[in-house]
């Protein structure tokens, strides 16, 4: 893990170390709209037919039925069905603190503003497939849509060779309310959440992490439907002083570490012994751990210690960055906060370290990756909410501005905009 | 215009008839990468070839100079700026209730959970040239993002021959107070604002109207930078009973139809004698319309009057439509609110016609279009803020929950971050 002293704080120093460059799709994203095509034009068989290709499976029926689903939960031990209850349950507490109101503004009697919020009516949730199972995905993804109040959800996960849903998908799906579950992955389930099938109808969003496959037909598909953002590798960054235990920094870092070869750790630091420490017990833990090919390519290639003069500029190291996870190791963690522009998660002090936001303590763990903290957020309740404005003149207070809105329309050359006020008044068309 | 009458809801029927396809964009799109990767490698000296190109100016400086922008204000009529002052004020009240909050939730001593809200650092604004200027668009665009608390707004707008923007839409940037503006447009200008030019630095949102160039670059460039919507034809949708004016109805219907010619003008009633009145009285006061040609094939193309058999039956329908612009005229419309689902923008009683809220009632113009209403909002000050989670426990509160996380990571195949955890009371690595 290489350690880079930055005395002043260089934006192109910073990103050139983490390799933050733009990849080229092209040739993923003609693959992708050739599967999406064929979603559109054979519906079901070409789903079935990817399956086979992508998955191995001959599927018979797409849809997973409520004894499956209902076999996979009792096929779960009790002890992890109460630790998944309990994630539930703060995952739903975070969420509903993040709840909208509608609300009218009364100006007077006769001019009344305001904004409509409403659920979306469906919406469709990817969660990947593969070896590892991730029912947190399920729980992150599903919740803040229920708190939301969104009516349908549509769950879609890739099968094994023999057509199964992992049991863990398929019980916090249960766990987390949802009944209607589909055997597919990959772009081709993105098409069919986006388009429709003879099965699958379309949803209004789709929401979920996924391979690069996924991710680009997420893109294809934006505007037709919602989608809640394009997940690149993600990251932590860890602003520590010199009084913090290099032991939980260098066990946070390899927590990042161990999720793929591309994502990132990152600690910023003013001391150089801290820096020395960390360095070395990286090396002390990852040997030990079971995942070690993976973290050890990922701190290889993207783990980076820098070291700066003062804790101020850690923070501006860590606003360019603009981290999926930042962990504050210093001292009054809260009293600093204000310095913190751009993070998709926060997390304060030594005990809070990110595990405990990626399971359990209830703010989503489906966080803006690659520095694009710096313009989205967490998935959120808002995620599934939407907002009407709502105007109401009456005839009094509309003729007090009627000159106005008249002059406006006339002077961007909209004659009939014009005319829909004048004829309210008797004006000749 | 078309009077169907929709006896069941038939959501397949109301689609055809609003002729809702999705075009292929493929030629288009070919030719927006290419422009974006020449502006990728050719900064600045791109956006003049292609302003030359496009526009036919050769241009020797990108930024319009604070004196220009001074001087087209100077340029046009008090009453106007007052206009234009009036329109801004009404914008920033209702866009200050959109504000969001910070918040911390005090669980118990050990345990915060919150989020923090912070506006975006730096925005890119789109506003469209050509013979006619929208300062509407300046305002609706640039004072959310003012009232957000936005630092830096760079504002894009194509030149004439000459090689000037619009004076209407510097004069009502500068009454916005933006101060940096380029004279650049299409596909090129959101290229620039994405991936950065000598001239320009890369920003982290863009919004703001196009042309098709203009929508399909900012697909493009959406992940690197976040975009507002992809705009598509706009549309009215009017719910009307037996006792509105059908003067009122045309005209607000014509008001949309001289937008462009894929402008969707579309009434929804109960009674069989307003469809007939409305269709004369589009006919009547089409025929005197400045822009005329314009309306006629917007009307005779996308034009449509749905009779049903009960009010309620018209919410259906427009909640099918998820309209743009939504006009409820019914007796006691506030009391009818609840039935709307998907809308932008709802318009209430006979004298809030859909021109008062484009102007100047306050609430932005800037709404979802073609059916996004169904999961989209119009733009707001929340589109120019973004969240960060919060989470803060204790070293006794972890220790409560550490078996919880512990099993979870493990469940997963993820043993550093069990790791993380267990470090912290003092466990072996």
Redesign the interface.
């Known amino acids: 893990m290489d350690i880079t002293n930055v005395s002043s704080i260089e934006e192109s120093l910073i990103n050139d170390k983490l390799n933050r460059t733009?990849a080229d799709f092209d040739q993923i994203d003609a693959r992708v709209k050739e599967i999406i095509n064929d979603v559109k034009n054979f519906g079901d068989e070409a789903l079935k037919k990817f399956t086979e290709k992508f998955d191995g499976a001959q599927l018979t029926t797409l849809k997973v039925s409520q004894a499956e689903i209902d076999a996979a939960y009792e096929s779960i031990d009790e002890?992890?069905i109460n630790?998944?209850q309990?994630?539930k349950q703060n995952i739903i507490d975070?969420h509903q603190?993040?709840l909208e109101k509608s609300?009218l503004?009364y100006k007077n009697d006769g001019?009344?503003?305001g904004?409509?919020v409403?659920p979306?009516?469906r919406i469709g949730v990817y969660v990947p497939g593969g070896?590892?199972?991730?029912?947190?995905t399920v729980l992150m993804t599903v919740l803040p849509a229920v708190v939301a109040g969104v009516n349908e959800i549509a769950l879609v996960s890739p099968p094994d060779k023999d057509g199964n849903v992992h049991p863990?998908v398929l019980a916090a799906a249960k766990i987390a309310g949802v009944q209607e579950i589909y055997r597919v992955g990959g772009a081709q389930a993105i098409a069919a959440l986006a388009y429709g099938t003879e099965t699958i109808r379309p949803v209004?969003?789709i929401v979920g992490p996924g391979n690069i496959y996924v991710a680009r037909a997420k893109?294809y598909v934006?505007?037709?439907?919602?989608i809640d953002m394009?997940a690149g590798p993600s990251e932590v960054c860890i602003i520590a002083d010199e009084k913090q235990n290099p032991?939980?920094i260098a066990?946070?870092l390899?927590?990042q570490?161990?999720?793929d070869e591309m994502a990132a750790s990152i600690l910023v630091t003013n001391s150089t012994e801290l820096a020395t420490a960390v360095q070395k017990e990286v090396e002390?833990?990852l040997a030990?751990?079971?995942?070690k090919d993976i973290?050890r390519q990922s701190i290889d290639q993207y783990g980076q210690i820098f070291v700066v003069d003062t804790l101020d500029e850690a923070f501006n190291v860590a606003n360019i960055i603009a981290p999926e996870h930042?962990e504050l190791l210093v001292a009054d963690?809260?009293a600093n906060?204000s310095k913190?522009?751009?993070?998709?998660?926060?997390?304060?002090?030594?005990?809070?370290?990110?595990?405990?936001?990626?399971?359990?303590?209830?703010?989503?763990h489906t966080?803006p990756t690659s520095g694009?903290?710096?313009?989205?957020?967490?998935l959120?309740t808002?995620d599934f909410l939407?907002?009407?404005?709502?105007?109401?003149?009456?005839?009094e207070?509309?003729e007090k501005?009627k000159n106005?809105?008249v002059?406006?329309?006339n002077?961007?050359?909209?004659?009939?905009?014009?005319?829909?006020?004048?004829?309210?008044f008797n004006c000749e068309?």
């Open positions: 733009e002890e992890f630790v998944l309990e994630a975070f603190a993040q609300w503004n001019i009344i503003l904004q409509k409403t979306l009516d070896k590892a199972a991730y029912p947190s863990y209004d969003k893109k934006f505007g037709t439907v919602d394009i032991v939980f066990a946070d390899l927590s570490a161990e999720h002390n833990q030990k751990l079971e995942r973290a930042l963690p809260f906060l913190v522009k751009h993070a998709g998660a926060i997390f304060l002090g030594p005990y809070a370290p990110e595990p405990l936001g990626d399971y359990f303590a209830g703010p989503n966080l694009t903290a710096r313009f989205s957020s967490p959120g808002y939407k907002r009407s404005s709502v105007i109401f003149y009456n005839q207070e509309l501005v106005q809105v002059h406006f329309a002077e961007e050359g909209l004659g009939a905009h014009a005319n829909s006020i004048q004829v309210r068309v």
